[in-house]
Structure formats: C-alpha cells, structure tokens
C-alpha cells in the first residue's frame, strides 16, 4: 500500500490534466456512463450490425467480411437481404407477436401479484417491512438458472405439485404444464416479480398518508381513495415496474427453452436455433436488430409518459 | 516465492521465444455423460497434464464455437458430418499422426467409414461411434400396445395410429432436423440421403402428422425422463438410451428400458476427436487422443458409457453383454441397413432447418 501523499498528488495531476483538455467534475460525471454505454452497448451493437449485413458463408467466422480487398483496393461489401428475409417467412413476425403477447400477459400478471404485494409492504411498520424487503430479494441469492430447473421439478409429469394435487386427491391425472406456454408464464412471473414489486415499493412508500386522510374526511370510500388517489399517484411506479418486466421477458431465451413447448414462439428461441441450428449469423443478426428496434419504441412511449406526468405536477 | 515468481518469468519468456515444453494444461470439450469416471484422472496421473473438461450436448453449441475460434479447447469431439463442414471452414489442423501410435489400434474398416467426411483421416480419429435408434418404456408401451407388441420398427415414431397411443406418456424425438428428417425419408422408402427436395418435403410432411403426440424436441432431455419413467418412447442415440437404462437400474424405480436399431434402419454416426486449428497446447492434445485410443482406456470408457468403440485392440476388453448387444454392435445383417449422414449444401441445409421450425412450433 503506498501513502495518501502520492495518490492526492496523482488525483491533482489527474485532474489538472483533465482541466487542461476541457473536461470539467460535471463532464466526468457523465463521462463513465458514458464510456459504459460506449463500449457495452454501442460497440456490441456495431458489431451485430455489422454482422447483420453480411452474408453467410462456411469459414472462420462464418460470414462474408465487410471490407473487401479487392484489385482497385479496398471496398465495402453488405447487403440487406438478411432484413427482407425477415419479412418474407412469416415466421419472424409471428415469433415478434408471440414473444410481445407472452411478455404483455406476463406483465399483467406480475403487476396484479406485485401490486398488492408491494402495497403491502410499503403499509408496513418497520421492522416487518425490512424483513418483507429482504425475502422479495432473497431469491436472487439462487442462481436463477438453478430456480428454474427447480421449476421443473415442481411442474413436471411426476412432478412436486401433481403428486401433492394427486395425493389429496384434487385431481386423478397428472396436470400437463410442463412444456406449455402456461409454464412460461408461471417462469416468467415469477422470475421477474422482484423487479415490480421494488419500483412499486419505492414509488408506494412515498405516499403521503395525509392524502388518504384527506380523502377518507372528504367521505370517500377506501375503493374509491385507491382509485383516484394511490392509483394515479402510483403510475410512475407501475410503469418503471412493467418496463422492467415487459423489456426482458420479451427476449427471454431460458425460460421458454427450459420450461416452454417446442411450439412456444419466442423470438429468442428463434434467434438461438438461427444462429445454431442454422449457423446463419447474418439472419440471427437481423433479428436481434429488428427486436431492438421494437424495443426501443415501448421505451420511448415510457420517456413521453414520463414527460406528461412531471408536467402535469 | 520469489524464486517461483522469478522460474515463471523465466519459464514465460522461454515459451515465448524458444519453442519450449508446452504447460501441462489440456482443455477438452466432449459430449455431455460420454466418458469413464476414472479416464481424466488416469490421464492426469499417466503425463501430470492438468485436464479442464467442460461439456456440450448439441453438436451445435460446439460448432458455434469453433466458427467463432479462439474456443481455447484442445481437443473436441464433433459428430462427423459436422466435422467435415468445420475442416472446410478451416477450425482444425491436421493431426499429426507420428504423436499417435496407438491409431495402429483401431478398426481399419469403421476409420475408412470415417474418411468418408474426412479423407484420409487428416484431421481426427474416432472416438465413439452409434446409431440413432428408438428407445422406450417396456412397461409403458406393453400397457398402451399389448403384451405381444414388438418394437422393432420405425412405426412406433411415424405411424400416427400407433404413435397417439402413446403421447400420454410422452414420446420424444431428438433436436437435430439432419437426423429425424432423413429417418422419416427412410421409413417412406425413400433415399434417407436423398437431397432432393421433395423427398425432404415428403419426411418433414410425414414429422409434421406425428407432430401433435411429440412431447418436446430435445438432445439430452430424454436420458433423466426416460430413466424416471416421464416419457416412454424417445428417439435417441443408442449408448445415450443404454445409459438411461443403467440410470433407471440403479435408481430401482421399476422402469426397464430398452433400445432398437428399427429394422428400416438407422443412421450410423462417427463421434470424431479433433484438434482446433488455433488449440493453445497441440502438443497435449495429440497425447490425450492417443491415451484415449490406448485400448484398456477405451475399453473402459464403452464400459462405462456403452457406446460402441472403433478400437479393435480393445474388443477383448469390453464387457460380453455389450459387445454381443445388436443395439451397440449391430449384427451384419442390420450393419447393411445402416445409412450415413450427409452434408448437405447451404441452400437443402435451411430448406432442411426451416422444415425443422415448421414442425416444432407449427409455423
């Protein structure tokens, strides 16, 4: 360990140096993101592009390169029928519906089990609500692949839930949920039910109680003080909380290949067996662009919404 | 400490600039459940090479892999028609077959079957070999299809009459359209080599009417399922259905499996080890292949994962029950049936794939 003189002295040079070349604290600041956007989000993402333009051939790696050295020296080589082939198999767009349909039920689903729940935490007194926190995130010291296999243990055939639903005799055949689409979403929701709960737990806990209050003086019915009060003041919350569920359920890729059918559609299952089964890199490319393109447009409709909403406060 | 620090530097720079010993690391990449307990331990203790041994179950994840390159693996072990599209794409390096005595071992007839994909056998040898075959339930399908009921034939899968009775207890076919397709041309009558195609049509016309009784598409899936009795019929590779059955024996749940070669046929495939072109230790490499083809090594590894081996010398050493089983060394007679898969160009390769798709989603 060296001593706290030399490194004050180097964070001085450092900051001289930045002065020097025009970079202010407030720069910095926003520099790492930044930099982080640059090389985890940007770069990939060039590359996939990239790769997205080619077309495929058998080599190392396996597609056509993108500048060519050719006899009048160096030149660019790309083609968009990897983006037309999206549109002309029906295939791609069904398996974008699908993946959107799963991913919106989904979300439904997770934000009518998470409301509550979060509601519920966030009426809490301390300290039932720290130990309530703590068990919603519990989960995440499992590895999650590890939780979903669990989920096959529970859904299967012979499984944990038909032998107990058979044993006290609710039913006498084994429930077929394993490989359905009904497991995807039992995976799904409760995958991501953490990431609605927290942001509805955030937004709830700032309630201010004297509104309910007010509301309740006012004569006004619990149900309707939830709907004209707790409900408009928590959409911020509820969209922070669907977006985080709706945005990764759409791509996601293990649950429906550990717990789905093989005719559950999902977009990332069509991408892995065009990038494996296939071996088109091209093709799997353009699919991962044109989801991202469709991803970002809920996105955007997030930010407008957002916008109104601190307008209208 | 220091001194080791300073033996480490010294022992880096000479790698670098001489052409030193190689460290004694081996990174191999092989089939999931497809070698003997004691093999790598064997090995580690027959030349002190340190083996990281990590596992895949499609030949697909691995070929990824190498078309990617830089994979870090040493040795791999590519089924042989994807072999040969890799040894295009230029993933290996030949091997060099003075490191390799122990080749003198193996069966000249199954190495020349082996040529076919790899002329010569430049660039890998055999490590396993197998057919793709059915196995099931014998409880199961006597309870569904009567006591007297023989499997023996492809109709189990493709006739939809036989195949609906079964679905409740779950019927499986494997995730690899190069092999559930040809089969299905097979049981047509058709060439299963055939790239014509209508024929390919015609087996994926046959795949998509036996669709609805398929309860999943999956290469590895069906060893656990099959062993705790959750499906009852899959169509697997052979030493894969022999190890389902050694699960469920051991588990003592009850459940007998059994495995046929179907009397239409089946195909017959080569699991190939070879060297990465860009291996960091070929060197070790090329010792690993040839422990493996030593023949007690080998013997022991089908005694253990009962799949048929190409290594003559080791015959003697593998158990009788699984030398003299028609499942692992087929007889001559079902040896004649036996077709050989085929690599087949971009164009039939995704009409092929896209047939695939059509059958397991029904899109």
Redesign the interface.
């Known amino acids: 360990m060296s001593g706290p003189a030399p490194k004050s002295g180097l964070r001085k040079g450092t900051e001289r140096f930045l002065r020097a070349i025009g970079f202010s604290g407030r720069g910095l600041v926003i520099a790492v993101p930044t930099l982080w956007l640059l090389v985890f989000f940007l770069i990939p993402f060039l590359v996939v592009l990239k790769i997205s333009v080619a077309e495929p051939m058998i080599a190392r790696p396996p597609y056509s390169p993108l500048f060519v050295h050719g006899p009048d020296g160096w030149s660019l080589k790309y083609t968009f029928d990897n983006y037309a082939y999206l549109w002309q198999d029906s295939l791609y767009i069904k398996a974008y519906w699908s993946s959107v349909k799963i991913a919106f039920v989904s979300t439904v689903l997770t934000l009518m089990i998470g409301y509550p729940m979060a509601y519920y935490i966030a009426r809490s007194e301390e300290p039932k609500r720290s130990l309530l926190l703590l068990l919603v995130v519990l989960p995440f010291w499992t590895s999650f692949l590890l939780r979903v296999y669990a989920w096959i243990g529970i859904l299967k055939n012979k499984g944990l839930l038909n032998a107990v639903l058979m044993k006290i005799g609710i039913i006498d055949q084994p429930l077929v949920i394993m490989q359905t689409d009904i497991a995807v979403y039992i995976g799904i929701v409760y995958t991501y039910l953490p990431f609605m709960i927290l942001p509805l737990y955030a937004n709830l806990v700032k309630l201010d109680g004297s509104l309910l209050e007010a509301s309740a003086d006012l004569g006004a019915r619990p149900l309707t003080t939830f709907l004209k009060i707790t409900l408009p003041l928590s959409l911020p919350g509820i969209l922070a909380g669907s977006m985080l569920v709706f945005i990764p359920a759409i791509g996601e890729f293990v649950i429906p290949a550990l717990l789905g059918g093989p005719d559950t559609l999902m977009i990332g299952k069509v991408l892995w067996s065009e990038f494996f089964n296939n071996r088109d890199w091209p093709v799997a490319s353009a699919v991962a662009i044109a989801m991202l393109v469709l991803l970002v447009i809920p996105v955007m409709l997030l930010r407008l919404a957002n916008t109104k909403q601190e307008d209208l406060i | 400490m220091k001194k080791t620090l300073m033996m480490a530097a010294i022992a880096t720079v000479s790698a670098t600039t001489v052409m030193a010993e190689e460290e004694p690391v081996l990174n191999v990449y092989n089939w999931s459940d497809y070698i003997a307990e004691d093999t790598l331990a064997k090995f580690e203790e027959a030349t002190g090479i340190k083996v990281n041994y990590d596992v895949y179950d499609?030949n697909?994840?691995l070929?990824?892999k190498?078309?990617?390159?830089n994979s870090g693996y040493d040795v791999v072990v590519p089924t042989s028609d994807f072999l040969q599209?890799q040894i295009?794409?230029?993933?290996y390096q030949p091997l060099d077959k003075s490191l390799l005595p122990n080749l003198a071992n193996m069966d000249p007839d199954l190495m020349a079957g082996a040529a076919v994909y790899d002329p010569g056998n430049t660039y890998a040898t055999i490590y396993m070999w197998g057919t793709t075959g059915i196995g099931y339930n014998v409880g199961d399908v006597a309870e569904r299809l009567g006591e007297d009921y023989t499997v023996d034939s492809w109709s189990i899968i493709f006739d939809p009459e036989i195949v609906s009775k079964l679905s409740d207890c779950?019927v499986t076919m494997l995730d690899a359209?190069t092999e559930m397709i040809p089969a299905a041309m097979n049981y047509l009558g058709l060439d299963p080599r055939s790239t014509k195609p209508e024929d390919i049509e015609a087996g994926a016309a046959l795949l998509e009417k036996v669709r609805p009784y398929?309860?999943?598409?999956h290469s590895s899936q069906y060893i656990n399922d099959l062993a705790?009795?959750?499906v009852c019929v899959s169509v697997g590779w052979s030493g894969d259905v022999f190890q389902a059955q050694a699960r469920a024996e051991e588990a003592d749940n009850g459940v007998e499996i059994g495995y046929v070669i179907p009397k239409e046929g089946a195909l017959q495939w080569f699991d190939m080890m070879a060297i990465p072109?860009d291996a960091p230790h070929p060197e070790n490499a090329h010792k690993f292949i040839n422990f493996i083809m030593d023949a007690q090594i080998t013997a022991d590894i089908t005694n253990y994962v009962w799949y048929a081996n190409a290594n003559k010398a080791s015959m003697p050493l593998v158990d009788v029950e699984i030398t003299e089983d028609p499942g692992i060394f087929p007889t001559p007679e079902a040896k004649k049936r036996l077709w050989a898969s085929v690599v087949y160009d971009?164009r039939t390769?995704?009409l092929m794939?896209?047939a695939?798709?059509?059958i397991?989603?029904?899109?």
Request: charge should be positive.
């Open positions: 499609s697909e994840v070929e990824a190498m078309l990617t390159g599209r295009a794409a230029g993933a779950g359209p398929i309860k999943y598409f705790n009795g959750d072109a971009a390769d995704r794939t896209r695939w798709t059509r397991k989603t029904g899109q």
